[in-house]
């Protein structure tokens, strides 16, 4: 099994991971908008999942269609 693909992260790393702020971080994660999970009270994040995630994201970015502006 490849160590990388199962890495968990914490927040910190996350935020550097995203370029985002903690505070980002941690609030995706508290409204479960993120994959994460808490280990003793501190969130943690699985590397592959995060991966998944982005890639779920990126996928969604073109079907919102503009508004056609009204006359």
């Known amino acids: 099994m490849n160590e990388q ?8 790393e996350v935020a550097a991971y995203l370029k985002a702020g903690r505070r ?8 479960g908008q993120i994959p994460a999970f808490k280990l003793g009270g501190t969130w943690r ?3 592959t999942e995060l ?7 990126i ?13």
């Open 5 to 12: 693909s199962d890495e968990i992260l914490t927040i910190e």
């Open 24 to 31: 980002t971080v941690y609030r995706l994660a508290a409204n």
């Open 45 to 47: 994040f699985r590397r």
């Open 51 to 57: 991966a998944q995630w982005i890639a779920s994201r």
């Open 59 to 71: 996928g969604t970015q073109g079907l919102a269609k503009p508004d056609k502006e009204k006359p």
